[in-house]
C-alpha cells in the first residue's frame, strides 16, 4: 500500500485508480470487517487521497452509528472541523471504520456490526476502539485514518496491529463534529502506516476552530518539515511500572530503551503515581462524562425512537437499544455524580487527575518524554477477557496521556509474531519532539 507522503504525489487519474484498487482490495477482506460499509467513489472527491473516517466522525451526508443501534440511518448534518481541513488539502474521507460502540471498549467487539479480527492472527483482537483503522491500515487496506482517542483508543489498537497512532495534546485538534464520549479526554487523531504520515495527517487536522470553546487558538502544526530522527533526548523511564507488563512486552521494552541508549538518548529513572490511581481517576472520570452526553440520545432529540404507549415507554425502549457496556457506563457515570456520592467519588477522581498532572510536569522538569509500553501484552484473543474489570486494567499505561491532555505516539517495536508497540509521552504542546524521537527509533528498527 502507497504511503500517504507517496498518495500525495500522484496525479488525479493515479489517485482515481487507487481508489478503485482500494474498493477491490477492500471486498477481498471482508473477512476482518474493519470497514462498516464499502466506501462509495464520489465525483465531489475526485483527484482527493482517500482517507478511512472512524464512525463516530460526523461527515455531511454520510451515514454516522458510532457502531450503536441506537444511531441506526442517522445522517450527518455536518462534517467536522477535522473533516473540513482533511478536503481543504485534496484529501478525503473514504468509507466508514468499525469502532467499539461510542467508543467504550479496547478491543472492537462492542460493535452492532460486529468484531473486527486483527490482520496479523483472526483470532486475536485488534484493539479498541479504534479497531477498524488499525486493522485497515495494518491489512493495507487503508492508507491512513482519522481515530479518536479517550484513554488509548488510538494507541492501543495501533499497538495490537503493529501500525502508528498518535494522540495529539488535547485541543490541538478540534473536537468540533466529534460524538461526544468523555469531553475533557478525547481527541481525534491519525492512524498510519509510518511516523512521517502521522506528522503529514496532523499538520492537516490540526489548529484553530471557532466551533469548538476547547480548540486552542493555534495555528496548525508544521511539524513534518521539521522532522528530525537524529536529537538526543532526555526520556524518562518508569520502571515501577513495568512489573504490570507480561514477560513479552517487558522484554520488548528493554530491548528497545538499549536501543535507545545506543541512539545516543539518555535514560532517567522517574517514579510516579500507581497504576491504580491513574486508572480508577480515569474511569470515574469518563463514565460521569458518558452519562451526561449520552442523555441525549433518547429517542426525541437524537437516536432512532422506538414506540411506547407513554413517554417513559419510549425513552425505555429506545434507550434499551444501547449495546451492555454503554449501559454500564451511563449506570456507573450516573451514580457517581449522584447526591451523596460526587463528593465522595467523583471530586476526588478529579483531585488525583490533577496531582497526576502536576507529577507529569515536575518530571518533564529534567526530561524530554516519557517511554513506555502502550499496553501490558500483545493482543487477547477474542472473549479472553472475562470481565469489565480486566477490560479496563489493559489501559493502564495509556490513560495517563488523557488525564494531564499530553501528546503521545504509539510504534512498533516488534511485528511477528504479534505486534508489540511502545509510546513516547511527550509535554503538553510538543508533539515534535514525540515525533522526532518515534521517527528515530522507526529508522533505527526498521521493521
Do not use: W
Not at 482517500?50 to 444511531?71: E, F, G, Y
Not at 506528522?199 to 470553546?213: A, P
Amino acid at each position: 500500500m502507497l504511503t500517504l507522503k507517496q498518495a500525495m504525489s500522484l496525479n488525479q487519474q493515479e489517485i482515481e485508480n487507487l481508489k478503485h484498487d482500494l474498493r477491490k482490495k477492500i471486498e477481498s477482506y471482508k473477512e476482518l470487517n474493519a470497514y462498516i460499509q464499502t466506501p462509495e467513489i464520489q465525483d465531489k472527491d475526485k483527484g482527493k487521497i482517500p482517507i478511512l473516517i472512524k464512525d463516530n466522525i460526523c461527515v455531511k451526508d454520510s451515514l454516522l452509528t458510532c457502531a450503536s443501534k441506537i444511531l441506526h440511518g442517522f445522517i450527518s448534518p455536518y462534517s467536522a472541523s477535522a473533516i473540513e481541513k482533511l478536503e481543504k488539502s485534496n484529501l478525503c474521507p473514504f468509507g466508514r471504520a468499525n469502532m467499539d460502540e461510542f467508543g467504550m471498549g479496547s478491543t472492537t467487539e462492542k460493535s452492532c456490526y460486529g468484531k473486527t479480527k486483527n490482520p496479523h492472527n483472526t483470532n486475536v483482537v485488534p484493539g479498541g476502539s479504534s479497531g477498524g483503522s488499525a486493522a485497515a491500515i495494518a491489512a493495507g487496506i487503508a492508507i491512513a485514518s482519522l481515530g479518536s482517542d479517550t484513554g488509548g483508543s488510538i494507541r492501543q489498537p495501533a499497538s495490537y496491529c503493529g501500525v502508528v497512532g498518535l494522540k495529539p495534546s488535547y485541543g490541538r485538534v478540534s473536537r468540533y463534529g466529534l460524538v461526544a464520549y468523555s469531553s475533557s479526554l478525547e481527541q481525534i487523531g491519525p492512524i498510519t502506516q509510518n511516523v512521517e504520515d502521522a506528522s503529514l495527517l496532523l499538520d492537516i487536522i490540526s489548529g484553530k476552530c471557532e466551533k469548538d470553546s476547547t480548540c486552542l487558538q493555534q495555528d496548525s502544526t508544521t511539524t513534518f518539515s521539521k522532522l528530525n530522527p537524529n536529537k538526543g533526548f532526555k526520556i524518562a523511564i518508569l520502571e515501577d511500572f513495568i512489573p504490570e507488563a507480561t514477560k513479552e512486552v517487558q522484554s520488548a521494552y528493554y530491548e528497545s530503551l538499549k536501543t535507545l541508549e545506543s541512539m545516543g538518548h539518555t535514560l532517567i529513572p522517574k517514579q510516579m503515581l500507581n497504576l491504580d490511581y491513574h486508572i480508577s481517576s480515569y474511569y470515574i472520570i469518563a463514565m460521569a462524562e458518558a452519562s451526561a452526553n449520552l442523555a441525549r440520545f433518547d429517542g426525541i432529540r437524537y437516536g432512532r425512537r422506538i414506540a411506547g404507549d407513554h413517554l417513559k415507554d419510549v425513552y425505555f425502549n429506545s434507550r434499551s437499544q444501547f449495546g451492555d457496556e454503554v449501559k454500564k457506563r451511563i449506570l456507573l457515570g450516573s451514580f457517581v455524580l449522584s447526591s451523596g456520592y460526587y463528593d465522595a467519588y467523583y471530586l476526588k477522581a478529579q483531585k488525583v487527575r490533577t496531582l497526576i498532572k502536576k507529577q507529569y510536569e515536575e518530571i518533564f522538569q529534567d526530561c524530554d518524554m516519557i517511554f513506555l509500553p502502550v499496553a501490558p501484552s500483545v493482543a487477547p484473543t477474542f472473549n479472553a477477557t472475562k470481565s469489565s474489570l480486566e477490560m479496563y486494567l489493559g489501559d493502564i499505561y495509556t490513560i495517563g496521556a488523557n488525564l494531564a491532555g499530553l501528546p503521545a505516539i504509539s510504534i512498533p517495536v516488534i511485528k511477528k509474531p504479534l505486534p508489540i508497540g511502545m509510546q513516547f509521552i511527550g509535554k503538553f504542546l510538543d508533539e515534535q519532539n514525540i515525533l522526532n524521537a518515534a521517527f528515530g527509533l522507526e529508522r533505527e528498527l526498521n521493521l
